[in-house]
C-alpha cells in the first residue's frame, strides 16, 4: 500500500512540473520579445539608387544616369561608426564618415563630408528599422562655422528611407 501512495505521489509530482510549461507557453508573448525583431548590434548596410535620367550615347544605345546614396553603420554598444556617400550621376556627391551614438534605434552622429574640395560637418539622425533606416530631414541652420544642424529637429520628421542591403 505505501508503495502505491508513493508512486501516486510520485505520478501527481511528475503531472504537476509538466504543467507549467504547457500554461506559460500558450501565453502571449510579452511586448519586449515580440518589439525588437533584429539585432542593433554590429554592422548594418542601406542603399538607394535613383535613375535620374536616360541618355542616348553616340552609337544609338542608350544609359541610365543613377544616383546613388550609400551608408554603412558599425554599432559597437553605445558607438556608432561608419561612412555616407551621395554619389550623384553627373555632379561631385558628398563622401564622408559618421561619428556618434545611439540610444534604442536612434542614432545621432556627426557626418564629416568632402563636396567638391568643400569640407564641412552635420549633424544627422536617423532611425535603424528592420528593412530600412530613416533620415529626419528639415531646415538646416550653421551653428559654427562649416557646420550645420536641423534648426528645429523635433519639428522634423523621418521622411527620407533608404533600404537595408546586405552588406559586402
Known sequence: ????????????????CNNAPAESA?????????????SIEGKHC????????????NDGTSMELIDST???LNVQGETVKGILDWRPAEVDGAYGTIDGTIQDDIVKVIYSYIVEGYEGKEEKIFQ???????????ELEEVETDFFKL???DE???SQTIPRVDCK
Request: charge should be negative; include cysteine.
Open 128 to 138: 535603424i528599422r528592420e528593412d530600412e533606416i530613416a533620415v529626419k530631414v528639415g
Open 156 to 158: 522634423a520628421s523621418f
Open 70 to 72: 550609400i551608408i554603412e
Open 46 to 57: 542601406f542603399l538607394m539608387t535613383e535613375t535620374r535620367d536616360t541618355v542616348q550615347l
Open 151 to 153: 534648426k528645429n529637429p
Open 26 to 38: 500558450s501565453q502571449p508573448a510579452t511586448e519586449q520579445e515580440t518589439e525588437e525583431t533584429f
Open 1 to 16: 500500500m505505501n508503495n502505491l501512495y508513493l508512486f501516486l505521489l510520485l505520478c501527481l509530482s511528475y503531472m504537476a
